[in-house]
């Protein structure tokens, strides 16, 4: 069984900074894009950030660029996501995925998904 098991989320304040990690025992990283996504109450899940397959190239999104970096340590077998100038509205759930998509922003495009991580930022 495929396993993604994202970690780090919990309660910050805004401003503040959080980094997620994704381990997997099933998926080598290094032979996937890897992407997080995020899904805040009644909205949809949405495009965080992405790394290729070789590590060289990253995507953000607008509302994050800047302020999220997504990173990988082949040895760890393990993906990350630093956050900060963390907003209010960057509170939500936050999946790690990875896969083979054609275009990295698009979700229904990945095969692999961990159960996800609770990031609430509040003052």
């Known amino acids: 069984q495929v396993q993604l098991v994202e970690s780090g989320g919990g309660l910050v304040q805004p401003g503040g900074s959080l980094r997620l990690s994704c381990a997997s025992s099933?998926?080598?990283?290094?032979?996937?894009?890897v992407g997080w996504f995020r899904q805040a109450p009644g909205k949809e899940r949405e495009f965080v950030a992405a790394?290729?397959?070789?590590?060289?190239?990253?995507h953000y999104p607008d509302s994050v660029k800047g302020r999220f970096t997504i990173s990988r340590d082949d040895a760890k077998n393990t993906v990350y996501l630093q956050m900060n100038s963390l907003k209010l509205e960057d509170t939500a759930v936050y999946y790690c995925?990875?896969?083979?998509?054609?275009?990295?922003?698009?979700?229904?495009?990945?095969?692999?998904w961990g159960q996800g991580t609770q990031v609430t930022v509040s003052s």
């Open positions: 995925s990875a896969g083979r998509p054609r275009n990295v922003r698009y979700r229904d495009e990945y095969s692999y």
């Open positions: 099933t998926v080598t990283f290094s032979n996937y894009y």
């Open positions: 790394l290729s397959v070789s590590g060289l190239s990253t």
